[in-house]
């Protein structure tokens, strides 16, 4: 937390408005800046009521300060370069330093000051999606605010009326500021810490992008053909694992700011979802699942109880949304002769390679690729390659870990007699000539 005074009066906004001059640029907050690329440790409270924080797959959430009886945060909007996984940068806009922005963590009833400062080339302004708030602090440019002109800080106040998952992100010139990664999670902790408390809380925001091979900046116009699908602005494998202790209860908040809905798989274990950005689902009206859709432009949020031990892949169940890079204009070449093929590609392109005609497994192939993209398929586990991309992780189940420990616990080590194996069934009787049958074909009597 900061310990800089500051000098802005906590009477509350008619709406959100701009600060500026000597006296009012004192009173704003520092505003933390980010350019690792891995999960940070919580942030835990260090005043007010208790709570379990969350982590941000690939994130991390803002730190704030008080300021009497307000929680005070400050969000710069600004050009950034996010690395989608090792070997791919892409020029984004986000906040303070990433894209998506940190996690903004609070209180049930806590009274909340967002300070908003607008480093992009064009004006912009923040909604907070899914929460109940005073309508001038809406953040719709031009209908409930003017919109934040460059090098010009607004300011954000009101009070966290309902615990949940929430999201933020831009309602001034929106199709381009969200295709370009302006977007964050917000979380509102119940004020009692015994409700719904869990052991271990993760959260990341859904979003996509159309980035063409050897290029560094997403094509705002497109609405269908994407090519990148990420959690956090990141792809497999750069996606952070999910390290989990064996016996905990694990909540997983997914927010959706893409273009389509994204059906979200666990492996090895049942879940229920409990919560969306409108709020708590009883438990009475809670069912069982492995799989729950998460639409666009909502919160999805589920808990499970982690009883199972392994690697568990945890993914986005649309099998396009888990490659990378992946061209949709390639015919289905599955039976065709390779051989006849390659002779024919050879003579167009000597340095080509005919494939396909067998499948799309890639782990053993290396072609060479334009700079800055990824392979469509990749990974390696310990049995050999995963080839998977996009929207794929893995929950990491293991004993022993300690509370706040969220390191990569490396490969489960499988017990004796656990995993699958190859078994060679036995030759086939040779076929024999019966006493007394007709004569075998082709042979002579």
Same mark, same amino acid.
């Given at each position: 937390?900061?310990s800089r005074?500051?000098?802005?009066?906590?009477?509350?906004?008619?709406?959100?408005?701009?600060?500026?001059?000597?006296?009012?640029?004192?009173?704003?907050?520092?505003?933390?800046?980010?350019?690792?690329?891995?999960?940070?440790?919580?942030? =835990?409270?260090?005043?007010?009521?208790?709570?379990?924080?969350?982590?941000?797959?690939?994130?991390?959430?803002?730190?704030?300060?008080?300021?009497?009886?307000?929680?005070?945060?400050?969000?710069?909007?600004?050009?950034?370069?996010?690395?989608?996984?090792e070997?791919?940068?892409?020029?984004?806009?986000?906040?303070?330093?990433?894209?998506?922005?940190?996690?903004?963590?609070?209180?049930?009833?806590?009274?909340?000051?967002?300070?908003?400062?607008?480093?992009?080339?064009?004006y912009?302004?923040?909604?907070?999606?899914?929460?109940?708030?005073?309508?001038?602090?809406?953040?719709?440019?031009?209908?409930?605010?003017?919109?934040?002109?460059?090098?010009?800080?607004?300011?954000?106040?009101?009070?966290?009326?309902?615990?949940?998952?929430?999201?933020?992100?831009?309602?001034?010139?929106?199709?381009?500021?969200?295709?370009?990664?302006?977007?964050?999670?917000?979380?509102? =902790?119940?004020?009692?810490?015994?409700?719904?408390?869990?052991?271990?809380?993760?959260?990341?925001?859904?979003?996509?992008?159309?980035?063409?091979?050897?290029?560094?900046?997403? *094509?705002?116009?497109?609405?269908?053909?994407?090519?990148?699908?990420?959690?956090?602005?990141?792809v497999?494998?750069?996606?952070?694992?999910?390290?989990?202790?064996?016996?905990? *209860?694990?909540?997983?908040?997914?927010g959706?700011?893409?273009?389509?809905?994204?059906?979200?798989?666990?492996?090895?274990?049942?879940?229920?979802?409990?919560?969306?950005?409108?709020?708590?689902?009883?438990?009475?009206?809670?069912?069982?699942?492995?799989?729950?859709?998460?639409?666009?432009?909502?919160?999805?949020?589920?808990?499970?109880?982690?009883?199972?031990?392994?690697?568990?892949?945890? =993914?986005?169940?649309?099998? =396009?949304?888990?490659?990378?890079?992946?061209?949709?204009?390639?015919?289905?070449?599955?039976?065709?002769?390779?051989?006849?093929?390659? *002779?024919?590609?050879?003579k167009?392109?000597?340095?080509?390679m005919?494939?396909?005609?067998?499948?799309?497994?890639?782990?053993?192939?290396?072609?060479?690729?334009?700079?800055?993209?990824?392979?469509?398929?990749?990974?390696?586990?310990?049995?050999?390659?995963?080839?998977?991309?996009?929207?794929?992780?893995?929950?990491?189940?293991?004993?022993?870990?300690?509370?706040?420990d969220?390191?990569?616990?490396?490969?489960y080590?499988?017990?004796?007699?656990?995993?699958?194996?190859?078994?060679?069934?036995?030759?086939?009787?040779?076929?024999?000539?019966?006493p007394?049958?007709?004569?075998m074909k082709?042979?002579?009597?």
């Amino acid at each position: 937390m900061f310990s800089r005074r500051g000098f802005l009066g906590s009477a509350a906004l008619a709406g959100a408005s701009v600060v500026s001059g000597r006296a009012q640029a004192a009173s704003i907050p520092e505003a933390p800046h980010m350019d690792k690329v891995v999960m940070q440790p919580p942030l =835990h409270p260090v005043s007010g009521p208790d709570y379990r924080p969350v982590v941000t797959l690939n994130g991390w959430s803002l730190p704030f300060r008080m300021n009497g009886d307000w929680k005070e945060f400050h969000l710069v909007a600004e050009p950034v370069v996010r690395e989608f996984a090792e070997g791919m940068k892409v020029n984004l806009w986000g906040y303070n330093g990433q894209s998506p922005g940190p996690t903004i963590e609070a209180v049930e009833g806590d009274k909340v000051r967002i300070f908003v400062t607008n480093r992009l080339p064009e004006y912009t302004t923040v909604h907070w999606h899914g929460m109940i708030i005073p309508s001038g602090m809406d953040g719709v440019g031009g209908l409930t605010q003017p919109h934040i002109q460059p090098g010009k800080t607004f300011v954000y106040e009101f009070e966290m009326r309902k615990s949940g998952t929430f999201m933020y992100h831009p309602h001034s010139d929106e199709m381009v500021q969200m295709a370009m990664g302006m977007m964050g999670m917000v979380v509102v =902790h119940p004020r009692d810490p015994s409700f719904r408390a869990v052991d271990r809380d993760f959260v990341f925001v859904m979003s996509t992008y159309r980035v063409d091979p050897g290029t560094y900046l997403p *094509k705002v116009n497109e609405m269908t053909d994407f090519n990148m699908w990420t959690w956090n602005a990141r792809v497999f494998p750069g996606i952070d694992p999910l390290p989990v202790r064996l016996g905990d *209860k694990v909540r997983v908040r997914i927010g959706n700011l893409s273009m389509t809905n994204h059906p979200i798989h666990l492996h090895g274990h049942s879940f229920a979802v409990t919560c969306t950005d409108g709020g708590w689902i009883p438990e009475s009206a809670q069912y069982p699942e492995t799989t729950t859709d998460v639409p666009v432009g909502a919160v999805r949020v589920f808990d499970v109880l982690a009883d199972n031990p392994g690697d568990w892949a945890f =993914h986005c169940h649309k099998s =396009h949304h888990t490659m990378n890079a992946m061209g949709h204009d390639m015919r289905n070449m599955i039976g065709v002769s390779r051989k006849d093929l390659a *002779k024919a590609v050879g003579k167009l392109a000597p340095d080509g390679m005919a494939m396909g005609s067998t499948g799309m497994a890639m782990g053993n192939m290396e072609m060479p690729a334009p700079d800055n993209t990824l392979p469509m398929m990749t990974g390696t586990g310990q049995f050999g390659p995963i080839e998977m991309g996009g929207m794929f992780t893995v929950m990491k189940i293991r004993e022993g870990l300690a509370r706040d420990d969220y390191r990569d616990p490396g490969p489960y080590q499988f017990p004796q007699g656990t995993v699958a194996y190859e078994v060679t069934p036995p030759a086939p009787e040779p076929v024999r000539q019966q006493p007394g049958g007709p004569p075998m074909k082709n042979m002579k009597m």
